[in-house]
């Protein structure tokens, strides 16, 4: 067996489907086939189980997948390793996040990195869920996701950076507007809320905060990040309950007051990293650069 028959058993195990690998490596669905066959070979055992729509590992897949993602990320790491101890300050360093995550937690930090380390490359990738994140920490595609806490996920490390209270985001002339708080539990168990991405971390964090307060809130309208969910409130289109990012004052100014809501839990986000020891050194940087800014370090 070779490390590309590994490589090519990992990816198909993850995406169910001989074929959509296939279009990834820019093959066809044949070659796929043949590094899945020369595994059953070396084994002894098969290692797909065919589907009507797609293909599961077997138990011994599952073995072999477990194993092989294991070896091949720790491979990964350690050619990304030599490639620094060979180029000191250069190299990459990837990282998951979006705009929102940028423009409110790392736009110093970034601005300072790059001052301190201008051959080392940034990459800032957009990834659609926190499954995805810890996928991609997992096989070796990046080196840092900056997430919101939730459970512990097996193979990741997390590390809380800093708690987000929550605030109501509404319109400056809403009736809640001139509240120096609100109680969840009077004020919002009637009232439809602009309602964060239903499957996020942070969604399912604020309704069980609610729940703490034996509350459980309603929504009429639905957005994909938390800065949407505050321009629809500054507009008027309806209240939203979000964290409070940095860079937002609380009460607020202008049009949109952010109102606090001091019985919900805090949000707690932060790192997520395949193993922290095994931080190439560009990327631990660029991790701590982060924090400091955030708890307001100045090295």
Excluded at 153 to 168: A, D, N, T
Excluded at 172 to 183: E, F, H, K, Q, T
Excluded at 206 to 212: Q, S, T
Aim: glycine share 8%; net charge positive; charged share 25%.
């Amino acid at each position: 067996m070779t490390l590309d028959d590994l490589r090519v058993f990992v990816a198909v195990c993850r995406a169910g489907s001989l074929s959509s690998v296939a279009r990834e490596l820019g093959c066809t669905q044949s070659a796929v086939s043949q590094h899945v066959k020369r595994l059953e070979r070396e084994t002894g055992v098969a290692l797909l189980e065919r589907q009507p729509r797609g293909v599961v590992p077997t138990q011994a897949g599952r073995v072999l997948e477990a194993a092989a993602a294991e070896g091949i990320s720790g491979l990964d790491l350690a050619i990304r390793r030599l490639r620094d101890l060979v180029d000191g300050e250069s190299g990459f360093v990837r990282v998951a996040t979006g705009a929102t995550t940028v423009r409110h937690f790392m736009s110093e930090a970034v601005v300072a990195y790059r001052r301190r380390h201008p051959r080392v490359n940034l990459e800032f990738r957009t990834v659609s869920s926190g499954r995805g994140s810890f996928d991609a920490l997992a096989d070796g595609t990046l080196d840092l996701a900056w997430i919101t806490l939730g459970p512990p996920v097996r193979g990741i490390e997390q590390r809380p950076v800093v708690e987000l209270p929550w605030v109501l985001a509404v319109r400056a002339d809403d009736p809640l507007a001139r509240r120096p708080y609100v109680d969840v539990g009077a004020d919002l168990r009637d009232v439809r809320l602009i309602r964060l991405p239903p499957n996020s971390v942070s969604a399912a964090q604020l309704d069980a905060a609610c729940a703490e307060s034996g509350v459980r809130l309603a929504y009429d309208t639905s957005v994909a990040d938390w800065d949407t969910a505050l321009l629809l409130a500054e507009l008027g289109v309806g209240r939203a309950v979000v964290p409070a990012l940095p860079g937002l004052p609380v009460p607020g100014d202008g049009d949109l007051r952010l109102i606090p809501l001091p019985a919900l839990r805090p949000l707690p986000v932060g790192w997520a990293v395949r193993r922290w020891d095994a931080l190439s050194p560009p990327a631990r940087a660029f991790a701590d650069l982060v924090e400091d800014y955030r708890r307001g370090v100045r090295r």
